[in-house]
């Protein structure tokens, strides 16, 4: 149990390792609240994504542009990554607070060493009213083929597959590699839908480059069942260079699709699912639009993120987080952990989607600094 008056010594930020404060356990517990807690703008805590791995296999423009991400980029040594034991930790002191579902991301997540033992610890965990958690993945799908089986053996739930184009030359563009093929990635959806894991397939749209690609992946997807999700291109980090009229609204994508389909909305599975979802009229076989620029959604968002060397982040569009890193190599027990994220959690205010238009210009330039999306995990 907590001593009650141990000080605990918290980096806010080490992605720019600008500030630096210190929490006292004893002052974040000092409420003795238990159970689920909410934020500033009455926001529950229910979904935890962790990013396992900085590196990737692949140089999407949008995520890890190759100008930026080189061979002589600094990627993080393997001690200032998370142990898969410090990752249990975390998770188990997120639990009291609300947690159910969990999101293992990266970089590519299926490049971190042996990450099904992750998954296999994690699916022991029981979330407060005794249910396992829901454990996901998203990959990018070139290694799930040959790990499918040992994922969906060490206790994973869902998988979703990201993947932009059909046509094999704009895939290899899009992913800034000169490998790899997109019947790769659809083995491997394929494998993983075989073996009873539910899948989705992620397909951000930009415009004039793979927005000719909608109804070929639409067609796709509802031949073979898959759910498939069109997601706004997003101003996520600042390597991407975003502008706002690359973005292909989900208006504009529900358009392109009306074209050639008749589907009708269904309403959204939970309250803080981010997917406007439909299913196609004449078979049972859904897809969605992610708007997160058009129609943010922060008022439902009940996301926290976890970035692979340990920093929490409580918005996607950050540019601080808190060094939990520092705090689990401390040795904390679980219930001091729990009490300084339920003070993080407690004062967060985080909106950025709804107000982007009154912290960037219209045409999307001129940026804050924000943490970017290979290192957090999307
Ligand atoms: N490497 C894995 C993958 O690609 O699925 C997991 C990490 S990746 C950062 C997670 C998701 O973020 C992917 O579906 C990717 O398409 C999405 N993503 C990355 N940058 C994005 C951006 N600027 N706008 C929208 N989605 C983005
Ligand atoms: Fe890698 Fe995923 Fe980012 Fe593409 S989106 S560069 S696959 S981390
Ligand atoms: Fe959540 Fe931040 Fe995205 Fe809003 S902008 S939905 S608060 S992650």
Known sequence: MSDGHRVIPIIASSFERRKATRLDASVVSRDGLLGPVQDTLGRPITDLRISVIDQCNLRCGYCMPKEVFTKDYPFLPREALLSFEEIEKLVAAFIPLGVR????????????????????RLAQLRTSDDQPLEIALTTNGLLLE?????????????????????????????????YGEPAQVLSGVAAARALGLETKVNMVVQKGVNDHQILPMARAFRDSGDTLRFIEFMDVGNANQWRLDQVVSAHEILEK?????????????KKHDVAERFVYDDMPVEFGVIASITRPFCSNCSRARISSEGLLYTCLFANTGTDLRTVIRSGPETDELTAIVRNIWSLREDRYSEIRNTLTNASGSGQRPKVEMSYIGG
């Open 146 to 178: 040959q790990k499918a089986a040992v994922l969906k053996a060490a206790g994973l739930k869902r998988v979703t597959v990201s993947l932009d184009a059909l046509d094999t030359n704009l895939f290899r563009e899009l992913a800034g590699v000169d």
């Open 101 to 120: 579902k969990l999101r293992i991301t990266g970089g590519e997540p299926l490049l971190r060493k042996s990450v099904e033992e992750l998954i296999a």
């Open 257 to 269: 699709l009306r074209s050639a389909f008749s589907f009708r909305p269904v309403d959204r599975a």
